[in-house]
């Protein structure tokens, strides 16, 4: 079972910005693609970002513009730049990988808050 860790969460405050990591046990190339995924209470997990093995990316309306999704494949970890945080992308953000024809992976999760 490949093994994701999240790191870089925290608090920030409204219009800053924030990086987050993501780092795979295994190599990176073995996904079709890695995501970013985030909670709030009450609230369904929601995408957030995503990126393929050919570094197409996607991004839904709430963060289009604001977040950037990238991948260093020679240190097998995926980057999420939150830029113009605002206070409804408090969450916790997960990180996500897809390898065709297995169970999706998850890491443990990470707390963004923004506030003042």
């Known amino acids: 079972q490949v093994q994701l860790q999240e790191s870089g969460g925290g608090l920030v405050q409204p219009g800053g910005s924030l990086r987050l990591s993501c780092a795979t046990s295994?190599?990176?190339?073995?996904?079709?693609?890695m995501a970013w995924y985030r909670q709030s209470p009450g609230k369904r997990r929601e995408l957030v970002a995503a990126?393929?093995?050919?570094?197409?990316?996607n991004y839904p309306e709430a963060t289009k513009g604001r977040f950037t999704i990238s991948r260093e494949d020679a240190k097998n970890t995926v980057y999420l730049q939150m830029d113009n945080v605002k206070s409804e992308d408090t969450a916790v953000y997960y990180c996500?990988?897809?390898?065709?024809?297995?169970?999706?992976?998850w890491g443990q999760g990470i707390q963004v808050t923004v506030s003042s």
């Open positions: 295994g190599n990176i190339l073995m996904f079709k693609a």
């Open positions: 996500n990988a897809i390898k065709i024809g297995a169970v999706p992976s």
């Open positions: 990126i393929t093995d050919e570094g197409q990316t």
